[in-house]
């Protein structure tokens, strides 16, 4: 039986197409016309994504596959392993669900290298834009200990936290950058279309101005007769930026700078014990060692100041020695994470100390948040105010000289 990618028109009138498996493409149009399909296109999977990759899809650039969607289709597959559903025949009816072409596409190709005598970890393996280390790790760790569909549903919940999570701090930081754009785009609209206008009356008088409205004139000209010095300038910034923060010296500054800035630095710390805990809870209740845990839980935090304290205390814990002690002699977690792990260690239950641990940082970074936004927002609104008034000044100023000298 092979797996087929197909495009018709469903009786609706609409187009449609999906992913499906049949003996052959003439089976295939024989059940999807008792669907109501009438099929207009029938190629094997393979194929299907030899021509998928030739062909210019500007669509795939802005569709995504997000990690709620691979949350949610892990959920279903935990559903239907834990009904008693074999795997082949779970991940046979989790495609025909799977609503992502990318994802459907993962998954038929894993389904059809476990149907082969692979193991469901080895087949995911091929997909790592999909399936992190994390991921592959449990999926390995369920099929040793015979408890996949358990290890699917702690994934599925890990996945849907770690979503969650970050969509708080996306949601946080999305109103300071629409603001930051949107104060850019009035102040170059100001300074290339109102100012000019109303400084040209300036000129007319030939009265001495204040430096003030001199370095207006001056700054508005930059906008109207260098504006493409200043796009190149601004682009070059960027890619200049870039090109630092890869480096080991920047990403090092700036990881620094996030964990100790008085603005995001508490936000983030919450955000990083948040995500280092519940990462770590998952892996060691699901059977992965714990120096191979740790190792995994390093990449996650995705920030080099505490990817370092990690590689310290897993060493630590390799000579023999607890994971408390090094984390707090690090100074980068704070006192009651490293006191609350200490006691897990003592009392055999680091696991669940580590869910508690997660579970209370959650709740610090909801109020994290509007601590951050609430000191933002006004922050923001007050630097507008100050550049657009700080303009009107300098226009509003010279206009009451000039009125008075003629009046």
Do not use: C
Request: glycine share 6%; net charge neutral.
């Amino acid at each position: 039986m092979a797996v087929y990618a197909w495009k018709g028109i469903s009786a609706a009138g609409k187009n449609v197409k999906g992913v499906r498996d049949a003996d052959s493409p003439k089976a295939l149009r024989a059940i999807l016309k008792r669907d109501g399909v009438l099929v207009t296109e029938v190629l094997e999977s393979a194929e299907a994504a030899k021509k998928s990759a030739r062909e210019i899809n500007f669509k795939k650039y802005f569709k995504r596959v997000k990690t709620m969607d691979i949350a949610l289709a892990t959920k279903q597959l935990y559903i239907l392993l834990r009904s008693g559903v074999p795997l082949v025949e779970a991940l046979t009816a989790l495609i025909e669900q799977v609503e992502q072409e990318e994802l459907r596409h993962a998954f038929t190709d894993a389904r059809d290298k476990v149907n082969e005598g692979i193991s469901f970890a080895e087949a995911l393996k091929a997909h790592p834009k999909y399936f992190s280390k994390l991921y592959l790790s449990l999926v390995s760790a369920g099929e040793a200990s015979g408890s996949l569909e358990i290890v699917l549903g702690r994934l599925a919940e890990f996945l849907n936290d770690q979503a969650r999570l970050k969509g708080k701090v996306s949601s946080a930081l999305a109103y300071p950058a629409f603001m930051a754009v949107a104060s850019l785009a009035i102040v170059a609209l100001m300074m290339t279309v109102v100012v000019p206008k109303v400084t040209a009356i300036f000129e007319d008088f030939g009265q001495a101005l204040p430096w003030y409205t001199d370095l207006l004139i001056f700054t508005s000209k930059l906008f109207t007769d260098y504006w493409l010095l200043l796009i190149i300038l601004l682009v070059g910034g960027v890619y200049g930026y870039r090109r630092w923060k890869a480096t080991d010296k920047g990403r090092a500054r700036i990881d620094k700078w996030m964990l100790t800035s008085r603005l995001v630095g508490p936000l983030m710390v919450k955000v990083s014990v948040s995500r280092f805990a519940r990462t770590l809870a998952t892996l060691l209740s699901s059977g992965v060692p714990v120096l191979q845990a740790m190792e995994i839980t390093r990449d996650v935090l995705d920030n080099v100041i505490l990817e370092d304290a990690i590689d310290k205390a897993r060493e630590s814990v390799r000579e023999g020695d607890g994971l408390a002690k090094p984390l707090k002699a690090s100074g980068q977690f704070p006192p009651i994470a490293s006191h609350m792990i200490a006691i897990g260690e003592k009392s055999g239950q680091l696991e669940e100390m580590l869910e508690h641990l997660s579970d209370a940082y959650d709740q610090e970074v909801d109020i994290a948040i509007q601590a951050f936004t609430s000191v933002l927002e006004p922050l923001m609104i007050l630097v507008m105010g100050i550049i657009t008034g700080s303009i009107a000044f300098s226009i509003l100023m010279p206009l009451l000289q000039i009125s008075e000298f003629t009046g």
